[in-house]
């Protein structure tokens, strides 16, 4: 496949990096420096692109995906801190008949942990000697807090045991990847269900399985869509 990068940050350039490994041509790398406003994301540069896969910022995302639908490709997102804008990104991709996959997390583990996350929590309702609550760390320079990951977490746990509330507490500090958990804590004993990323590449990993995967859709989907079928 030929596949166009928007960002050339430390997961613009993971996911390019597999991408080659495994025997995909990249198109273009779009940074930051040409692309203010998704002014590069033309249709002239872009064609001959299968897909794109976008990781740039909060605030740049909502007019890079606009216009990388405006040409006609579909697009893999990992951008964090825009989700309140997707009914706006929804309507475009409707208006132009296109494919996006947005994620917060593209790693494979933390779905199934999402998964566990929201069973722990039902099994814990109706026990209020525990106090829950949710802890997430990522290195010093992200920018948006909490995380979507953790966003997520709290709201599956709370639809799992709606009377008990989970505070979210974020630290960045220092260059590790992710890691999220979730803990109850009583008298006497803990329970703690943690995911821990150990590197980039399993988020590059899932981003590039998401821009195998989108060509041929359309809609707007997530990447649970993906691994766990539209019905989940
Ligand atoms: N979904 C997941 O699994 C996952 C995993 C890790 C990170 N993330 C998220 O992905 C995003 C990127 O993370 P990162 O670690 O790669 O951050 P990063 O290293 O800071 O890279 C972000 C890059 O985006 C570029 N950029 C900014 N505006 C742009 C624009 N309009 N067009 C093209 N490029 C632009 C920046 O370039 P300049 O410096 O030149 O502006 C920078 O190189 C963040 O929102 C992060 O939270 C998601």
Redesign the pocket.
Known sequence: MRIAI?????????VAALAETRGHTIHAM?????????R?LTAERLTGADVAVE???????V??LERLLDAGVPVVT????WLDQLPRITAHVERRGGALLH?????LGVHLFLRAAQDLARRFAGHPGFDAFILEE?HA????AP??TARELQRRASAADPARPFAITSVRAGVT??THLVAYDGPYERVTLAHVARS?DG?AA??LAAAEWLPGHRGVYTVEDMLFGESG
């Open positions: 928007v960002g050339g940050g430390k997961m613009g350039r993971a779009i940074v930051g420096s040409e692309n203010a406003g998704g590069a990781f740039t910022r909060p605030d740049a995302a007019a890079n990992g951008t964090t801190g994620a917060a997390n593209f790693s990522h320079a992200k920018l948006d995380s979507g990847p992710g980039r988020f899932g981003a």
